[in-house]
């Protein structure tokens, strides 16, 4: 079992930035890939960012590409998104998820265990 808690979401103004925390507990941290998730008001959940276990392999929606970083301190038992350049469309609510996998990628099929979210909202 892995716990999952987001935090760091807020209100932004559009081209504002910030940076969503995940931070696990339970089973070991470094075991997991870890993906960023969101769903608008109306919409369905999308995918926005993946990492592997150690890191090395990042993935991201064409959406959010050159705009957010995703990074893991393994250390810190944590995983985050660095959103730079914030848009009215990336209002939602940000979910991080594990899969025990290295990698999964975006399919939200492969992630086992679901945090809570954490709401953004980008005013234009």
């Known amino acids: 079992q892995v716990q999952l808690v987001e935090s760091g979401g807020g209100l932004v103004q559009a081209g504002g930035s910030l940076r969503l925390s995940c931070a696990a507990s339970g089973r070991t941290f470094s075991g997991y890939a870890m993906g960023w998730f969101r769903q608008a008001p109306g919409k369905e959940r999308e995918f926005v960012a993946a990492?592997?276990?150690?890191?090395?392999?990042?993935y991201y929606a064409d959406s959010v590409k050159g705009r957010f970083t995703i990074s893991r301190d393994n250390a810190k038992n944590s995983v985050y998104l660095q959103m730079n350049s914030l848009k009215p469309e990336d209002t939602a609510v940000y979910y991080c998820?594990?899969?025990?996998?290295?990698?999964?990628?975006?399919?939200?099929?492969?992630?086992?265990?679901w945090g809570q979210g954490t709401q953004v909202t980008v005013s234009s």
């Open positions: 990492i592997s276990r150690s890191g090395g392999i990042t």
């Open positions: 998820a594990a899969a025990p996998l290295d990698y999964a990628g975006n399919n939200d099929r492969l992630y086992r265990y």
